[in-house]
């Protein structure tokens, strides 16, 4: 069904009484491989109003988009358990690495950091420790970054990363990362930018040959699960990244500005802001603000 449509706007699913078996292995985690959908773009800005961990950043300081490798990497579904449920119990868990894999991800990060003003770009690697795997992604690194002499671009290690995406993470403009390193870095990058509440994530097949998919980076909160108090914005601007992707840049710059406003009036804000705005009374300025 799913792929007769160009685009999926995917809502946070999952319940407590539903396993993973089920929600993340037979549902997301097909989906983002199946439709090849390479590219897990997960911008990180610091809106004005929103109130921010880190003392003294401005509005705007934080501006980063993370490029994560979704369909290889640790996340492969390679691996098996043997005599389980014994003393001589053995997992099996194994990283999948592929030159062609590597090289997609870092050029589409790249065309992106192309085309920001400060054409910036930090490749996430542990190939100190992960020889083999993280040995090929920066072998990608190097060959792929020779074809962008105007791009701004270093290696750097994900501990070191994590570190900097506190300490300074105004230094970041482009992050490409692996699914595992990416998936990590990018609730950290949400949670100095104010809140999980507010992050938005597309998984882009860029040839179009497939659907795209496009997800709040949160989860279903079934800690806040039908109490209405959700923040609706992190759904909210994962659709204006699908407009964005259908062509319908107008409409995407509409909705973004709109949320800015919203943030930035201060007066409607969800528990996760600060407020005690409910879901419906958020998505209700928002409209308003389009209007
Ligand atoms: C995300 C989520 C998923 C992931 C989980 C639900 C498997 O954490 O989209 O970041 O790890 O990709
Ligand atoms: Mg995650």
Partial sequence: MLAQHDAILFGAIGDPSVPDKVTVHELLLPMRRRYDQYVNLRPAYLFAGVPCPLVGKAPGAIDMLVYRENTEGEYAPVGGNLYPATDSEVAIQTSVFTRRG????????????????????????????????????????????????????????????????????????????????????????????????????ANINP????????????????????????????????????????????GAAAVR???????????????????????SQMGDAVVAAIG
């Fill in 207 to 250: 040839t179009k040959q497939f659907p795209s998919m496009f997800e709040p980076v949160h989860g279903s909160a079934p800690d806040i699960a039908g109490k209405g108090i959700a923040n609706p914005l992190a759904a909210v601007l994962s659709a204006a990244l699908m407009l964005d992707h259908l062509g319908l840049t107008a």
């Fill in 102 to 201: 590597c090289e997609r991800i870092l050029r589409a990060a790249f065309d992106a950091a192309r085309k920001r003003p400060r054409k910036t770009l930090t490749s996430v690697t542990k190939s100190n420790a992960l020889v083999y795997g993280m040995g090929l992604w920066d072998q990608a690194y190097e060959a792929v970054r020779k074809d962008y002499p105007d791009v701004k671009s270093n290696s750097l290690l994900v501990d070191a990363c994590a570190m900097d995406f506190v300490r300074r993470p105004e230094a970041f403009d482009v992050v490409v990362a692996s699914n595992l390193f990416g998936d990590i870095l990018t609730d950290l990058s949400a949670a100095v930018t104010g809140s999980i509440g507010l992050a938005s994530s």
């Fill in 257 to 279: 500005a709109a949320v800015a406003e919203v943030l930035g009036g201060g007066k409607v804000k969800t528990p996760d802001l600060g407020g005690t705005a409910t879901t």
